[in-house]
């Protein structure tokens, strides 16, 4: 007879807003369309961990593990082998958790991200189907899927590299400096880590990608052949998770009503995501370059990096004033036509507001999303992680963005190139049919949760599957 109870999804959420943000999403629409109970289950130990983000989990519980050490890690390892090794020393008490809750009901799925993959033989052992939840684009768990079988179908010793320039499904072609770093030196921890990770995804039950089929239509095809094949999971495109206006953090009203001041679609909106860190002087030059476009702008400001890294995340000092940074007498200036403020909007109010015209971006992945569901084109300005090749298929694949001549020395964009790009897209030729690509991919990215859209479906497949595994358990 079925339970009262309703089926229980556990969630495991690795630190950082990027993550957070759209499994928290994940979790509410399991909630809200498909009348599981959910638990986000987050890690402690970084000492930058942030809070969940608020508002938007009324309706799910969390746990936080307790904390572990990792500061026996290389001061200079990457931001995600950090969090490989977070999770990977929080098995035992993740475990402890997981068998308190099958205890009093059954779990209907384990739903780690990706970065959480660890505990996948954990779900095995107990019996609880794992989908993986990528807050990443397909063409990531492509080259993931590349690599591993780059390296386990050569002969024992037999060293294989990822070919250059890579050619992926949809035409892309990658050069090694376009992949996340981990890829690039294949005798780094991080690319160790990703083996091993690598090859516990084949014994997920399932992948929920965070993704739609217009934005990497070659890549659905391909892993639907992988998984009819049986080489690899299946991958669900169930996204894109994108908050919903009113699910956004209030408490930045003073930006919204600068917003509601400007004409409809005149604003440049710049902003780096959760981590994302300019040099001194890139960040001088951008202003010039947005001070010479004479457009209007909202510039969400970081802290310049002092010592070349392009990522840094934390909330640093309180006495920290981004702002200061800035050259001199550029906020007298620009007053009245740019708005710079430090530290953080509520980025989907922002995107979804009529005043906004285009996003100078990192393209992150959720950033990229977000502004694919608003219908707002980009500016593609790749900082870390797998923004490069996210910047490359927003640009080359999908033709939402533009990006600004980069120096060939690695320096810093000039002023020129930010305020040719910036104003290219604002009122040029390219622009506009860069512009008109940027609605058709929002229209796409609405019909896919639509109530028929493949995206809805897809998840709803997963939900049946779930539910349906339970009940043969009990
Ligand atoms: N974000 C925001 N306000 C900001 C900067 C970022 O709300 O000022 C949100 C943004 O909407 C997105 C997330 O933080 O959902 C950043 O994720 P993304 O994948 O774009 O980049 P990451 O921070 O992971 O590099």
């Known amino acids: 007879a079925p339970s009262a109870a309703r089926p229980h999804v556990v969630l495991l ?16 629409r399991l909630v809200e369309h498909h009348g599981f109970a959910a638990t986000i289950v987050t890690f402690s130990g970084l000492s930058d961990s942030e809070a969940l983000p608020s508002g938007i989990l009324d309706s799910v519980s969390t746990v936080a593990l307790p904390a572990v050490k990792i500061d026996d890690l290389p001061a200079d390892a990457l931001r995600g082998s950090l969090l490989v090794e977070l999770i990977q020393r929080s098995l035992p008490s993740l475990g402890t958790l997981l068998r308190s809750m099958g205890s009093t009901t059954p779990l209907a799925a384990l739903v780690p991200d990706f970065f959480c993959s660890a505990a996948l033989p954990l779900a095995v052992e107990l019996g609880v189907p794992c989908y993986v939840f990528v807050p990443s684009s397909l063409t990531m768990i492509y080259l993931m899927r590349r690599i591993v079988e780059l390296h386990d179908d050569a002969a024992p010793g037999e060293y294989r590299n990822l070919p250059e320039p890579l050619e992926i499904p949809g035409g892309l072609s990658l050069r090694r400096a376009e992949l996340p770093v981990p890829y690039r030196d294949c005798n780094g921890l991080a690319y160790a880590q990703l083996l091993r990770g690598g090859r516990r995804y084949r014994r997920a039950d399932g992948l929920l990608m965070n993704t739609f089929y217009e934005m990497e239509p070659a890549m659905v095809e391909e892993f639907r052949q992988a998984a009819e094949q049986g080489t690899f999971p299946p991958a669900f495109p169930v996204g894109p998770f994108v908050r919903s206006n009113s699910d956004e953090e209030t408490g930045a009203s003073a930006i919204l009503e600068w917003l509601d001041r400007q004409p409809a679609r005149s604003v440049v909106y710049v902003a780096f995501g959760s981590g ?29 990096s002092l ?17 200061a940074w800035l050259p001199e007498g550029f906020l007298e200036r620009t007053r009245g036509r740019g708005l710079a403020v430090p530290a953080w909007v509520p980025q989907v109010r922002v995107l979804s507001h009529p005043a906004t015209a285009i996003f100078v971006s990192h393209c992150g992945w959720n950033s990229a999303l977000e502004s694919a569901a608003s219908g707002v084109p980009m500016v593609a300005w790749p900082l870390y992680a797998e923004q490069r090749m ?9 033709g939402v963005a533009l990006r600004p001549r980069a120096r060939e ?29 940027a609605e058709d991919l929002q229209r796409a990215a609405a019909r896919a949760w639509s109530p028929d859209g493949s995206s809805r479906r897809a998840l709803e497949d997963v939900a049946a599957k779930s539910r349906a595994a339970l009940g043969a358990g009990s």
Do not use: K, Y
């Open 13 to 28: 959420a690795s630190p950082g807003a990027g993550h957070l943000i759209p499994l928290a999403e994940l979790a509410r």
């Open 276 to 304: 994302g860190a300019l040099s001194v002087e890139q960040t001088a030059e951008l202003a010039a370059g947005l001070e010479a476009s004479s457009q209007r702008f909202l510039w969400v400001v970081r802290m310049p």
């Open 390 to 398: 996210n910047a490359a298929l927003l640009e080359g694949a999908l």
């Open 409 to 437: 020395d690695g320096g810093a964009v000039a002023r020129e190139e930010v305020a040719a790009a910036v104003n290219e897209l604002m009122e040029g030729e390219n622009g506009l049919v860069v512009r008109r690509r």
């Open 307 to 323: 010592d070349g890294r392009t990522c840094v995340f934390g909330t640093g000092d309180d006495d920290d004033d981004p702002l």
